[in-house]
């Protein structure tokens, strides 16, 4: 169990964003294909925004968003990143068959895709992001349905956070993966900008699925898109899928009677989101309760609506910026062999899966399956399971070890290879 106890106020004042990164971020320039006229186009790099006047025009006010939006990706993915959506669609082949790119911003947008091959739009927006730069995902979807040959599916992951990317990772490249075998041809995977969730995606396919190496597929990616996957979300997401989505309690107090409300936002909720914590009038602590999966964790306390940090808890280094955070790391309660071995191939500089795993498809298992599937009860019950408190279940097995003792398994059948 991870318990944060004796833990007094911080006199630290509070951060101006509560997401800012304890290194310096190395700069990204995003070499892009410009959608209307097929060339190579460098972004231009952020800079300060001016006060907009009271008469600002719609290109102004687009322009102001994405300096906004720049900055906070900035922020968020640890690389000086820019995003300019005044200047339209912008996106990379990675190769033949697949593309990252930015959103798609009106229907004329489907028909340039449609010029180049593209057979399937793979959104993974989430409706506030659309709603930011006010972009119609209804009729864009209603556009691609009338032409019959291109289809647009949506698959939402929330924008920089690393900790959703990682839990929706596997179902969201599972419906990538029958999305490419259903339509055939050329995919388009983007999110906003293009440069986080859409590259991680992409290259969490590579991996699981186009037998890539990490590291291998991470070079080709960055060699077409400048952009910043998040390689830790893809590696716990993998270790997730293969040995089980372990989960461990942690306990953060926050001491002080002087006060009338005290929050936490980070752990796996994001910064945009907040919990709040429950006062013990006996101990004269305010009392959070949670189950998070192994990993590490930044978050910072939100008291009578003062962003703090606790002194008293694990902090992050001050960034140029002045920027920290609490943070905790989460350990895992599987401390077999096979679990153990597998975390440190994944934390080697050339990161890949074994011949038996690749052979196996169990990083795949579900990926194939339908909801009439005979093995589909036994891993939907799994995975019910392993996001319920192990003081109910007790300690996870490995999926596979899961299924076998569930109902005999023919380790060549079609649910566990390439088909």
Known sequence: MNSLRSLATSSAPPSLDPRGRSRRPPTLNLGVIRAHHL???????????????????????QDEKSEIYSTDMTKAMGAVLTYRHELGMNYNFIYPGLIVGSCLQTPSDVDKLRKIGVKTIFCLQQDPDLEYFGVDIGAIREYAMQHGDIEHIRAEI?????FDLRMRLPAVVSKLYKAINRNGGVTYV??????????????????????????EGHQLLQSKRACFPKLDAIKNATIDMLIGLSKNHVTLMWKGD????????????????????????????????????????EYKYIVDDRWLCNEDELLTRRNNDGHVNNYVKVSSNDTSVEAMELRKRLASKDVDLTKEERKM?????????????????YVKDYYNKCNTPRQVYGPSPSPLSYLKSQKPINHNSYMFGLR
């Open 39 to 61: 060339r190579v186009n460098v972004a231009r790099s952020a800079c300060s925004m001016s006060a907009g006047s009271p008469k600002e025009t719609g290109a102004e006010v």
């Open 158 to 162: 929330r924008d920089f956070d690393a």
């Open 258 to 297: 002087d006060c009338s409300s005290v929050e936490v936002s980070g752990l796996d909720i994001g910064w945009g989101q907040r919990i709040p914590l429950k006062f013990n009038e006996a101990e004269g602590v305010w009392i959070l309760e949670k189950h998070l999966p192994e990993g590490c964790y």
């Open 190 to 215: 983007h999110c906003t900008a293009g440069l986080g969730r859409a590259p991680a995606v992409a290259l969490a396919y590579m991996f699981w699925v186009k037998g890539y190496e990490l590291n």
């Open 361 to 377: 498809g169990v990083n795949l298992r579900y990926m194939r399956m339908v909801d009439d599937d005979p093995m589909a009860p």
